[in-house]
């Protein structure tokens, strides 16, 4: 009997998952300290959060992106993460949610988007 690996299930998830609509993103653009794909979450709450993104752009400047990132982090540890996607997290008197999507699905589409795999497209079209 053939014996079938671990790289090889990935392998048919990921084609599955593909054909799906979903994107293949790099392992390397993960982050092991937050333990999130950066570039993936920002450009998802951007897209979702486009008057709050403003707004604390206008507050912070160019570090809005990574100040973002460490509010998440340090939210995410605290609260959890599946308390996060429904209630969004909060940072400077801000809170960033993830709406557009129906209450049910936000936890695996935020969860999708921020592994960036699913096209932000999709979220907000």
Do not use: N
């Amino acid at each position: 009997m053939k014996r079938t690996s671990e790289a090889a299930f990935e392998t048919a998830i990921e084609a599955v998952l593909l054909g799906e609509g979903y994107t293949r993103v790099e392992a390397r653009a993960f982050d092991c300290e937050r333990a999130i794909f950066p570039d993936e979450a920002l450009a998802f709450i951007r897209t979702m959060q486009p008057e709050v993104w403003k707004k604390l752009e206008s507050l912070h400047g160019k570090p809005t992106g990574a100040r973002v990132l460490e509010w998440l982090r340090k939210w995410l540890v605290v609260h959890g993460t599946l308390a996060t996607p429904g209630h969004g997290f909060k940072g400077f008197g801000k809170t960033t949610r993830f709406a557009g999507a129906p209450k049910e699905r936000r936890a695996a589409l935020i969860t999708a988007a921020v592994t960036g795999q699913i096209p932000l497209e999709e979220m907000t079209g």
